[in-house]
């Protein structure tokens, strides 16, 4: 024995309410769901202040929900966050620009408070060149930069990033829109830099050095993900495949060229060196003459992204029956009904297909109808997110897929025409989609179309018990409708809403509702002034903002009651209204 | 009578239930009537803002066209038909211009909001009315706002503002 201050053994254990701060925060790293930190947080004070100082990942869904800085100082260890900003429906032009969301606060609280960030997450944001320079000055050991959606930004702010980031691991550009300064960014990268894995500048207009690409490509070792833009051409493509034959993602960039054997050849010699490539992107006026170099990987690939694709016809169809193993399709319309056919035969393992419409703003000629719909949820289990545009639907269809896929997770069915009833019956779509509700019940993401009435939204309403995002677009009678989502929906976290006959009741009738969500978009609906006034007296922890018409300007405090609003956007804040509204926002 | 630049419709109070904004927001004065309503159904609530629908007798000439409608279908601008989309813009009187990229407005709203922040009027002419006019690829220069907003898009080589 003789173990100096040693007490009896039983009684050693400390009780849980003294548990030192390590071992409640070594105890909080097991938990990287953010819902379970958040319950963990919950539970006492003492586990309150564990959770918070040792929380690695921030993600913030609304960048007007909270302050930068209150952020930054609540979680002073965060490694990586993410940060979204503009309402959705921005994506589709319904925000004008000088919105706002700019990145700019978020990034200088986090160079004040966060020196050891690893990541940065912007969606939807505005980030400038003086942001880019500032991440690229403030975290000595920053590794990944990921923008999705974002503008205000150029090349010279991406060279600020190369040259500055010494431990770069990741820059994924996804559909930015990103000025060409011509300013060689990707020769910043210093001759000694080997750590990239992923190089994503898809979304790049201007050409890059591909010399200089090409050295960057032969050292950095570990890449796993490259995916180019358009200015470099195929057989170009074919050499840097022959530097980096360990990728697992590649986006090829332009496509098109004419048809020349030897170049084919190449490419399908370094295709054929590609062992590890599982995913496969590109904006490809493909020739379907090249199609066949693909074939090697085809077995492999567990994601197919060829939504920029217009290629069509037998060659496409059947590259893809050869991806057996796919897991994720992103395809145009052009694939059309019976592709959709050889899909749902040769790709028994599909979990998300998207179909995006070739042609959105012809009148025309249906593509797509709901029977490639039907097939492919007949037929592939494991379906269970889809987004869909086509040109008719039938309830008969939709209660068939509803039946076949209760394990959908994600629905969203977009018919180009809106209020296009069912074609056979000219019924509204109440049924078919009421039938998707009832039977998929861990379903978390709806967007409706076609000619819907507000039972639909009773329907919803009652049997949403997981969703957590809907989307709405001229659809719905009345009030009812909008009051059958708000006061049903336990889970919902955003509802978007265009163009329906929904009005102030719902909205006052539903307010605290409001408060359990994350906000609400409705533009081009039935609502007033007084409503929204109203609205925002009653609930301070909601910004309540509308938009007029750019450019014309009123003073809303001068405005009556009864004045129509043309947009309304509402989210939880526990920051107050912010003040970098443009002329055409005012917050009531 | 006065005329100014307005994007609202013309003032026709009977056919929707909707007021029109232009009442709404208190501004009474006689507009050119640059857009034409869309005034179909009344069962279409409209899009508010979105002035570009085609008039009635200009639908049987669009053929092919759908009916145009702010941001529908829901696709991002990646999506969309291409076009080298950045174009130069000139003021009367104004020296030096500006470009805009007409791809990234989604209506003639925003890009006229976009325009009063590149040219505000304290650089000239303190509000007097003016007009958007563009040039087409067989060179007529013609009044922004008679065609929907995607054509516009796909057919303007530059902009010129004339003070009307």
């Known amino acids: 024995m003789g173990r100096g201050g040693a007490r009896d053994g039983a009684a050693a254990a400390p009780p849980w309410h003294s548990l030192p701060d390590e071992v409640l925060e070594h105890a909080f790293s097991f938990l990287p769901a953010a819902a379970d930190r958040g319950a963990a947080a919950a539970v006492c004070h003492g586990w309150l202040g564990a959770e918070r100082r040792s929380r690695r990942r921030l993600a913030v869904a609304n960048c007007y929900a909270a302050a930068p800085r209150d952020a930054v100082d609540r979680f002073p260890s965060v490694r990586a966050a993410e940060v979204k900003g503009k309402p959705h429906f921005a994506d589709f032009g319904l925000v004008p620009p000088a919105w706002g969301a700019e990145a700019a606060p978020w990034v ?28 690229a000055s403030s975290f000595r050991n920053f590794q990944v930069l990921r923008l999705v959606s974002c503008e205000g930004f150029s090349t010279a702010g991406l060279a600020a990033i190369t040259e500055g980031c010494r431990n770069l691991r990741e820059l994924d550009l996804q559909e930015n829109y990103i000025e060409d300064c011509s300013s060689h960014w990707l020769s910043y990268f210093p001759e000694s830099f080997t750590s990239l894995e992923t190089l994503n500048f898809s979304c790049l207009e201007g050409e890059v050095n591909f010399a200089v690409l090409e050295r960057l490509v032969s050292r950095c070792r570990n890449l796993k993900t490259l995916k180019l833009n358009n200015a470099i051409p195929l057989d170009k493509v074919a050499s840097l495949l022959r530097k980096a034959p360990q990728l697992v993602e590649l986006g090829t960039g332009k496509f098109s060229a004419e048809y020349h054997s030897d170049l084919f050849a190449k490419l399908e010699a370094a295709f054929a060196g590609c062992k590890s490539l599982r995913r496969l992107s590109g904006a490809w006026d493909a020739v379907p003459d090249y199609l066949p170099a693909f074939y090697c990987v085809c077995e492999g690939l567990t994601s197919l992204n060829l939504s920029y694709a217009t290629v069509r016809g037998p060659e496409l169809i059947k590259f893809i029956s050869r991806c057996k193993n796919l897991q994720q399709l992103w395809v145009m319309d052009l694939i059309e009904d019976h592709g959709l056919a050889v899909v749902a035969g040769s790709c028994s393992k599909l979990q998300e297909l998207r179909v995006f419409p070739s042609d959105p703003f012809g009148a025309g000629q249906v593509l797509l109808t709901e029977r490639g719909l039907v097939d492919v949820s007949a037929s592939c289990p494991m379906l269970e997110s889809v987004l869909y545009f086509c040109g008719q639907m039938t309830n008969e269809a939709l209660i068939t897929i ?50 819907l009435t507000d039972l639909v939204f009773k329907s919803i309403g009652a049997n949403g018990n997981c969703l957590e995002m809907l989307s709405i677009a001229f659809a719905g009678n009345s009030d009812l409708g909008l009051h059958y989502i708000l006061s049903g929906c336990k889970t919902l976290k955003k509802l978007e809403i265009r163009d329906c006959p929904f009005g102030n009741k719902p909205l006052l009738a539903n307010a605290a509702k409001l408060e359990t969500m994350r906000s609400l978009w409705m533009s081009s609906c039935s609502l007033t002034l007084g409503a929204c006034r109203q609205l925002a007296e009653k609930m301070p922890r909601l910004t309540v903002e509308i938009m007029n018409d750019p450019g014309r300007t009123c003073p809303v405090e001068s405005l009556p009651d009864d004045s129509p609003v043309e947009t309304l956007y509402v989210y939880r804040t526990i920051a107050g209204p912010r003040s970098d509204t443009p002329d055409y926002v005012q917050i009531v | 009578m006065e005329l100014e630049l307005g994007l609202a419709p013309p003032n026709d109070a009977g056919s929707c239930g909707k007021r029109r904004s232009a009442e709404a927001f208190g501004v009474k004065k006689p507009t050119l009537p640059l857009f034409l309503r869309d005034d179909d159904d009344d069962g279409d609530h409209g899009n508010g803002e979105d002035d570009t629908g085609d008039a009635r007798d200009c639908e049987i000439s669009m053929g092919n066209k759908r009916k145009r409608l702010v ?94």
């Open chain 2, 71 to 164: 941001g529908w279908p829901p696709v991002k601008s990646a999506h969309r038909p291409r076009s080298n989309s950045h174009v130069k813009v000139k003021m009367e009187g104004v020296p030096i211009g500006r470009k805009v990229d007409l791809s990234r407005h989604a209506s003639y709203h925003q890009l006229h909001h976009t325009l009063r922040l590149m040219f505000p009027s304290s650089t000239s002419h303190h509000g007097d009315p003016y007009a958007v006019t563009y040039e087409e690829g067989d060179g007529d220069w013609m009044l922004v706002g008679d065609v929907p907003w995607e054509d516009t898009v796909m057919s303007a080589k530059r902009l010129k503002i004339l003070l009307v």
């Open chain 1, 402 to 451: 509803a039946k076949n896929r209760p394990n959908f997770t994600c629905f969203r069915l977009c018919i180009l025409e809106p209020r296009t009833p069912d074609y056979v019956t000219r019924e509204s779509l109440d049924a078919g989609f009421s039938a998707i509700v009832e039977s998929c019940k861990g379903l978390r993401r709806l967007s409706v179309s076609g000619l």
């Open chain 1, 108 to 135: 200088a609280a986090a160079a004040d408070g966060w020196p050891l960030l690893e990541e940065l997450s912007f969606k939807r944001m505005v980030v400038t060149d003086e942001c880019l320079e500032m991440i």
